[in-house]
RNA sequence: UGGGGCGUGGCCAAGCGGCAAGGCGGCGGACUUUGAAUCCGUAAUUCGUAGGUUCGAAUCCUACCGCCCCAGCCA
C-alpha cells in the first residue's frame, strides 16, 4: 500500500529547466543553444557567475551547446582589458565554448543590412530630435507620447539619411535610427526605440568601420537570432524588453529565440554592481579589481576561492525570479566545506606570545609527527619540529579568564597540540604592563598529547617553535560593507558610507611552521583553529605572504558576543 | 493613479488541489589532541491580507496590501 514515490534525485530543477524541457517537448525547439553575453566594460563578478551557470548549466544538462558573445555595442564603455580578464575567469569556471567565440560587433554589418530593410517596410525612420527632445516626446509613466514629427519620413529620405548617418555626415547625437511601434504604448520600451545612435569613436575590434552603432535591443536578439540560440536567459530587468526583443525578430521573419528572464544575485555585505566596482578601484578604495575583498572572480580566486566552491554555491541558491538577497554566509560556507576536505592543516601563530618551558631542556629539539588532514587519511602526515621556546596565539592567553575559557591562563594546564600539555607558572610583563612573555612547565609524560593518568585539559593550542618558525605576512580580511545591503541607501547617502574601514587587517609578525618555506603562490593551507590562508602572489623569495580565505567557525567568538 | 514582475520560518528555496522538502544561519545535545569537522535533535497548526470555489487550497477565483523594475542616443 505504501508505495513511496521514488526520488530521481537528478539534475536541479527550476523554472528555467521545467521551460525549456516543455520547448523540447512541444518541438518547439528541436535542441538546446544557449549564449553567455558579457559587456566588456568591467570583470565578471559572482553575480555573473551566477548567470554563467544557469545559461551554460542548462546547455549542458540538455546536451546543447553554448556560446560566449562580447556585446560590445557600446565603443565609449568598452575595452579589450575586460575581454580578456573574461574570458581568463569563464576558463577559470571550467567552461569551454570552443570556437563559439562572437562579438556583437561581428554583426554590424548584418543588422545594418536587416536596420535597412526595416526603413524600407516602413518599420523604422531616422529621427532628428535631440536627446532630450526625444525624452520629452516619450511621455511619462502615465502619458502616452506623441509621434516625432520626423515619424513619417518617406522612405527614400529615410535611406538616404541612414547612409549618410553611417557614411559620417552627421555629428554625435544629431540622429538617431528609430523603430517606428507605438508613441502610446503603456510599455516605454515599445515608444519608438532608438535602434542606432551616432558615435564617432574607434571601437575596440571594428576600429573606425562604424560611426553608428546599434543599441542593446536592436542587436541582442538578433545576435541571438544570427548564432541560432534557442534559450536567451537574462536578468529580470530585461522582462519589459521581451516584447520589444521579439518584435524585431517578428519583423524580420528570422529564427527567433525565446527570451526568459531570472532574478540576479544580490549578495549580502557586498555590491555586485560593475559600475560601483569600478568605482571602488578608481577611487583606490581597493587594491584593484583583484583585491581579495572584492566580490569579482578575480577577487575572490585571490582570495583563495575554488572555482568548485563557486559552483557549489550557485546550486545552493537556486534559480528563481523572486528579488531576493544571499546571505554572504552561504558563500563562506561552501568554501569551509571544500577545504575542510581538501586543504593541508598546518600551524601558524598570527600574534606571537612568547613562551618559555621552564624544565625543558635549553639545546633540545624534538619533532612531533603532525596529521596533514584528519579528515583525510591520505593526506599523511610531517614533522613539526618542537624546543624550549615557542610562540603562542596572544588570543590563547588571558591572565583572569572566564570560567568558559579553555586556553591558558596562570596555573592552567592545556595541551600544545601534537606535542605536550604544559601549565602557566609565570607572567612576564613589560614597563606598560603589557603580558611579553610566558613561562610554563611540560609534562613529559604527555608526549604526544595525553595524559597516561588520564587526565583531560580542556584545551588545544597551536604552536610553532621559536627557532625553527619561519616569519609571514598575514592578511585578514573582513566584510567590504558593514551592512547587508549597503546600496538600501539612506536619503542622500553614498554607498561608501558603508564601506566597512577594518575590511583589511596586515600582519607582518606572523610565524608560521617550518614546513611552509616551500609554500607557493596559490598553495592553500588551513591554520589550525583559525581559518583558511593562500599564499598570495605577493609572496616573494623568503617572504611568505598569506591571504585569509574565510575563517573556521569560531564558537567561542560567539560566546564572548553573546556575554558581552 | 500606466505597464511588467514578485510575495512560503532570520536568509535562500521546493511545492503545479490532498493534508508545508531541503540548504544556510540559529538554538540544544553527543563526540572531539582544531571551542573546527562530524553526529543527532529543534522551530512555519501555516504559506502577504480578506473573502470565495471545493469533501479538501500555499496551490483555483476575486479584491486589497506590500516590494521590485521601466520615462539612457547604457547594457
Given at each position: 500500500m505504501n508505495d513511496e514515490k521514488i526520488e530521481t534525485n537528478a539534475r536541479p530543477v527550476d523554472f528555467i529547466r521545467e521551460a525549456v524541457e516543455a520547448d523540447l517537448q512541444s518541438g518547439r525547439f528541436d535542441r538546446v543553444h544557449t549564449r553567455f553575453p558579457p559587456e566588456p566594460n568591467g570583470y565578471l563578478h559572482i553575480g555573473h557567475v551566477k548567470a554563467i551557470t544557469i545559461d551554460y548549466g542548462i546547455a549542458e544538462d540538455f546536451g546543447g551547446l553554448y556560446n560566449l558573445r562580447f556585446?560590445?555595442?557600446?565603443?565609449?564603455?568598452?575595452?579589450?582589458e575586460y575581454v580578456d580578464s573574461i574570458m581568463e575567469d569563464i576558463r577559470w569556471l571550467g567552461y569551454d565554448w570552443e570556437d563559439r567565440l562572437y562579438y556583437a560587433s561581428d554583426y554590424f554589418g548584418q543588422l545594418y543590412d536587416w536596420a535597412v530593410e526595416l526603413i524600407k517596410q516602413g518599420k523604422a525612420y531616422v529621427c532628428d530630435l535631440s536627446a532630450d527632445e526625444v525624452r520629452e516626446y516619450r511621455g511619462t509613466l502615465t502619458e502616452p507620447g506623441t509621434d516625432s514629427p520626423y515619424r513619417n519620413r518617406s522612405v527614400a529620405e529615410n535611406l538616404d539619411l541612414f547612409e549618410r548617418m553611417r557614411a559620417g555626415e552627421f555629428p554625435d547625437g544629431s540622429r538617431t535610427l528609430r523603430a517606428?511601434?507605438?508613441?502610446?504604448?503603456?510599455?516605454?520600451?515599445?515608444?519608438?526605440?532608438?535602434?542606432y545612435r551616432i558615435i564617432h569613436e574607434a571601437h575596440h575590434r571594428t576600429g573606425d568601420a562604424w560611426c553608428i552603432y546599434p543599441m542593446y535591443d536592436w542587436a541582442h536578439g538578433q545576435s541571438d537570432s544570427i548564432e541560432g540560440i534557442s534559450h536567451s536567459l537574462c536578468d529580470l530587468a530585461y522582462e519589459d524588453h521581451r516584447p520589444l526583443y521579439d518584435w524585431y525578430l517578428d519583423q524580420l521573419g528570422i529564427h527567433h529565440p525565446r527570451q526568459i528572464e531570472f532574478a540576479r544575485l544580490v549578495l549580502s555585505h557586498t555590491v555586485l554592481s560593475k559600475r560601483f566596482l569600478r568605482r571602488m578601484v578608481e577611487e583606490g578604495?581597493?587594491?584593484?579589481?583583484?583585491?581579495?575583498?572584492?566580490?569579482t572572480l578575480s577577487g575572490l580566486r585571490r582570495r583563495g576561492y575554488t572555482s568548485t566552491a563557486i559552483h557549489a554555491f550557485c546550486d545552493m541558491i537556486g534559480v528563481a525570479k523572486r528579488n531576493s538577497m544571499v546571505d554572504i554566509a552561504m558563500l563562506e560556507y561552501c568554501i569551509r566545506q571544500e577545504l575542510n576536505e581538501t586543504a593541508p592543516r598546518v600551524m601558524g601563530v598570527l600574534r606571537p606570545l612568547k613562551v618559555v618551558i621552564?624544565?625543558?631542556?635549553?639545546d633540545r629539539v624534538e619533532m612531533f609527527d603532525a596529521r596533514n588532514n584528519p579528515v583525510d587519511p591520505e593526506a599523511g602526515s610531517r614533522e613539526v619540529p618542537f624546543s624550549r621556546v615557542i610562540y603562542i596565539e596572544r588570543d590563547d592567553f588571558l591572565e583572569d579568564p572566564p570560567k568558559s575559557f579553555h586556553r591558558l591562563a596562570p596555573g592552567r594546564e592545556v595541551r600544545l597540540r601534537y606535542a605536550y600539555f604544559i601549565t602557566c607558572t609565570g607572567v612576564v610583563k613589560d614597563e606598560s604592563g603589557e603580558v611579553v612573555e610566558l613561562r610554563c612547565t611540560y609534562d613529559p609524560e604527555t608526549r604526544g598529547g595525553s595524559a597516561p593518568d588520564g587526565r583531560k585539559v580542556k584545551g588545544t593550542l597551536h604552536w610553532v617553535s621559536a627557532a625553527h618558525a619561519v616569519p609571514a605576512e598575514v592578511r585578514l580580511y573582513d566584510r567590504l560593507?558593514?551592512?547587508?545591503?549597503?546600496?538600501?541607501?539612506?536619503?542622500?547617502?553614498?554607498?561608501?558610507?558603508?564601506?566597512?574601514?577594518?575590511?583589511l587587517e596586515v600582519l607582518t609578525d606572523c610565524r608560521v611552521e617550518p614546513?611552509?618555506?616551500s609554500a607557493t603562490v596559490g598553495d592553500r593551507f588551513q591554520f589550525e583553529r583559525q581559518g583558511y590562508f593562500c599564499v598570495d602572489p605577493d609572496a616573494a623569495e623568503g617572504w611568505l605572504v598569506f591571504n585569509q580565505t574565510v575563517q573556521l567557525r569560531d564558537t567561542w567568538a560567539k560566546i564572548q558576543q553573546r556575554d558581552a
Amino acid at each position: 500500500m505504501n508505495d513511496e514515490k521514488i526520488e530521481t534525485n537528478a539534475r536541479p530543477v527550476d523554472f528555467i529547466r521545467e521551460a525549456v524541457e516543455a520547448d523540447l517537448q512541444s518541438g518547439r525547439f528541436d535542441r538546446v543553444h544557449t549564449r553567455f553575453p558579457p559587456e566588456p566594460n568591467g570583470y565578471l563578478h559572482i553575480g555573473h557567475v551566477k548567470a554563467i551557470t544557469i545559461d551554460y548549466g542548462i546547455a549542458e544538462d540538455f546536451g546543447g551547446l553554448y556560446n560566449l558573445r562580447f556585446d560590445d555595442t557600446n565603443p565609449v564603455k568598452e575595452d579589450v582589458e575586460y575581454v580578456d580578464s573574461i574570458m581568463e575567469d569563464i576558463r577559470w569556471l571550467g567552461y569551454d565554448w570552443e570556437d563559439r567565440l562572437y562579438y556583437a560587433s561581428d554583426y554590424f554589418g548584418q543588422l545594418y543590412d536587416w536596420a535597412v530593410e526595416l526603413i524600407k517596410q516602413g518599420k523604422a525612420y531616422v529621427c532628428d530630435l535631440s536627446a532630450d527632445e526625444v525624452r520629452e516626446y516619450r511621455g511619462t509613466l502615465t502619458e502616452p507620447g506623441t509621434d516625432s514629427p520626423y515619424r513619417n519620413r518617406s522612405v527614400a529620405e529615410n535611406l538616404d539619411l541612414f547612409e549618410r548617418m553611417r557614411a559620417g555626415e552627421f555629428p554625435d547625437g544629431s540622429r538617431t535610427l528609430r523603430a517606428k511601434i507605438d508613441m502610446a504604448s503603456p510599455n516605454i520600451n515599445l515608444r519608438d526605440p532608438v535602434m542606432y545612435r551616432i558615435i564617432h569613436e574607434a571601437h575596440h575590434r571594428t576600429g573606425d568601420a562604424w560611426c553608428i552603432y546599434p543599441m542593446y535591443d536592436w542587436a541582442h536578439g538578433q545576435s541571438d537570432s544570427i548564432e541560432g540560440i534557442s534559450h536567451s536567459l537574462c536578468d529580470l530587468a530585461y522582462e519589459d524588453h521581451r516584447p520589444l526583443y521579439d518584435w524585431y525578430l517578428d519583423q524580420l521573419g528570422i529564427h527567433h529565440p525565446r527570451q526568459i528572464e531570472f532574478a540576479r544575485l544580490v549578495l549580502s555585505h557586498t555590491v555586485l554592481s560593475k559600475r560601483f566596482l569600478r568605482r571602488m578601484v578608481e577611487e583606490g578604495l581597493v587594491s584593484g579589481w583583484d583585491d581579495p575583498r572584492m566580490p569579482t572572480l578575480s577577487g575572490l580566486r585571490r582570495r583563495g576561492y575554488t572555482s568548485t566552491a563557486i559552483h557549489a554555491f550557485c546550486d545552493m541558491i537556486g534559480v528563481a525570479k523572486r528579488n531576493s538577497m544571499v546571505d554572504i554566509a552561504m558563500l563562506e560556507y561552501c568554501i569551509r566545506q571544500e577545504l575542510n576536505e581538501t586543504a593541508p592543516r598546518v600551524m601558524g601563530v598570527l600574534r606571537p606570545l612568547k613562551v618559555v618551558i621552564e624544565n625543558y631542556p635549553e639545546d633540545r629539539v624534538e619533532m612531533f609527527d603532525a596529521r596533514n588532514n584528519p579528515v583525510d587519511p591520505e593526506a599523511g602526515s610531517r614533522e613539526v619540529p618542537f624546543s624550549r621556546v615557542i610562540y603562542i596565539e596572544r588570543d590563547d592567553f588571558l591572565e583572569d579568564p572566564p570560567k568558559s575559557f579553555h586556553r591558558l591562563a596562570p596555573g592552567r594546564e592545556v595541551r600544545l597540540r601534537y606535542a605536550y600539555f604544559i601549565t602557566c607558572t609565570g607572567v612576564v610583563k613589560d614597563e606598560s604592563g603589557e603580558v611579553v612573555e610566558l613561562r610554563c612547565t611540560y609534562d613529559p609524560e604527555t608526549r604526544g598529547g595525553s595524559a597516561p593518568d588520564g587526565r583531560k585539559v580542556k584545551g588545544t593550542l597551536h604552536w610553532v617553535s621559536a627557532a625553527h618558525a619561519v616569519p609571514a605576512e598575514v592578511r585578514l580580511y573582513d566584510r567590504l560593507f558593514t551592512v547587508e545591503d549597503p546600496m538600501g541607501l539612506e536619503e542622500g547617502q553614498d554607498f561608501l558610507h558603508y564601506l566597512n574601514p577594518n575590511s583589511l587587517e596586515v600582519l607582518t609578525d606572523c610565524r608560521v611552521e617550518p614546513s611552509l618555506v616551500s609554500a607557493t603562490v596559490g598553495d592553500r593551507f588551513q591554520f589550525e583553529r583559525q581559518g583558511y590562508f593562500c599564499v598570495d602572489p605577493d609572496a616573494a623569495e623568503g617572504w611568505l605572504v598569506f591571504n585569509q580565505t574565510v575563517q573556521l567557525r569560531d564558537t567561542w567568538a560567539k560566546i564572548q558576543q553573546r556575554d558581552a
